[in-house]
């Protein structure tokens, strides 16, 4: 038995310290994160082909593929780079929820409950009117590159009156996207990115579409009404909530989360 013992202890080095089972712990809750991040936006496939590739090396190397070793190695090289390029919205969206505070909603140190009931009166304007309209608020991260890139500026305070000038169907900025930081309405007329997630729902039009694109890249609260339906629809962080009453909506622009997920993406 002593003997037993003594080869035993020859292992102990083997044995993690607290240090170590912090640092992996510290580790794997990183990459739990990252892969939350990561889960509903196309940056996961691309990753997964980033993992086939590395399979397919180590593969290489193990059975002495000397080519394809020294091929995928030269690829290799040089993908540190390529990752910084294909997954630059990824990483530009997480590292600007590094800085949120959860605590926080969508306007900090303002009169929020009067700009919320403005927003409301004009979202039930336009859905009883069935005027399409879509209207995203922003957020933690900035919309300016979209107010910007496109669109007209407005820089006015938010009214429901002017609301429903813009999406006026004879308006000239009726058919984009009306952008709000805080109180101010932005810009308006802004035309946003589509989601690239074929999406099962056929329903669904390009307000929708593009309400879940912007979602999908930043942590804007994007408002869309059907003029089809007067339906009104809330996207968010990739999902959309459809068929949102006034007091939903209201709850939503004062904290609440979104409930029910997008339709189905193959």
């Given at each position: 038995m002593t003997e037993w013992f003594g080869r035993l202890?020859?292992?102990?080095?083997?044995?993690p310290g607290l240090t170590d089972l912090l640092q992996i712990l510290i580790v794997a809750v990183a990459l739990y994160y990252v892969l939350r991040l990561l889960v509903r936006?196309?940056?996961?496939?691309?990753?997964?082909?980033?993992?086939?590739l590395a399979?397919?090396?180590?593969?290489?190397?193990?059975?002495?593929?000397?080519?394809?070793?020294?091929?995928?190695?030269?690829?290799?090289?040089?993908?540190?780079?390529?990752?910084?390029?294909?997954?630059?919205?990824?990483?530009?969206s997480a590292l600007?929820?590094?800085?949120?505070?959860?605590?926080?909603?969508?306007?900090?140190?303002?009169?929020?409950?009067?700009?919320?009931e403005e927003l409301v009166e004009a979202v039930e304007r336009l859905a009883r009117a069935k005027?399409?309209?879509?209207?995203?608020?922003?957020r933690e991260v900035g919309l300016e590159e979209y107010a910007a890139e496109q669109?007209?500026?407005?820089?006015?305070?938010?009214?429901?009156?002017?609301?429903?000038?813009?999406?006026?169907?004879?308006?000239p900025l009726h058919d984009g996207a009306t952008l709000i930081g805080g109180d101010t309405i932005m810009a308006a007329g802004v035309i946003l990115p589509l989601t690239q997630f074929p999406v099962a729902d056929?329903?669904?039009?390009?307000?929708?579409?593009?309400?879940l694109g912007l979602s999908e890249e930043t942590?804007?609260?994007?408002?869309?009404?059907?003029?089809?339906?007067?339906?009104?629809?809330?996207?968010?962080?990739?999902?959309?909530?459809?068929?949102?009453?006034s007091e939903r909506l209201r709850d939503l622009l004062t904290g609440g989360t979104i409930m029910v997920a997008t339709p189905a993406k193959r």
């Open positions: 202890e020859r292992y102990t080095f083997l044995l936006t196309r940056a996961i496939q691309i990753l997964f082909g980033f993992v086939l399979v397919v090396y180590f593969a290489a190397r193990l059975l002495g593929l000397n080519l394809i070793s020294y091929l995928m190695g030269a690829l290799f090289q040089y993908s540190a780079i390529a990752a910084l390029i294909i997954f630059q919205p990824e990483l530009r600007a929820r590094l800085g949120q505070n959860r605590m926080l909603w969508l306007f900090h140190q303002m009169e929020e409950r009067e700009v919320v005027i399409g309209a879509i209207i995203a608020l922003e669109g007209t500026k407005i820089n006015a305070k938010v009214s429901a009156e002017l609301i429903l000038s813009i999406f006026s169907p004879y308006g056929r329903s669904l039009g390009t307000r929708h579409r593009a309400a942590d804007a609260l994007v408002i869309v009404v059907s003029e089809e339906t007067a339906q009104i629809s809330i996207a968010h962080r990739g999902r959309l909530e459809r068929g949102v009453t």
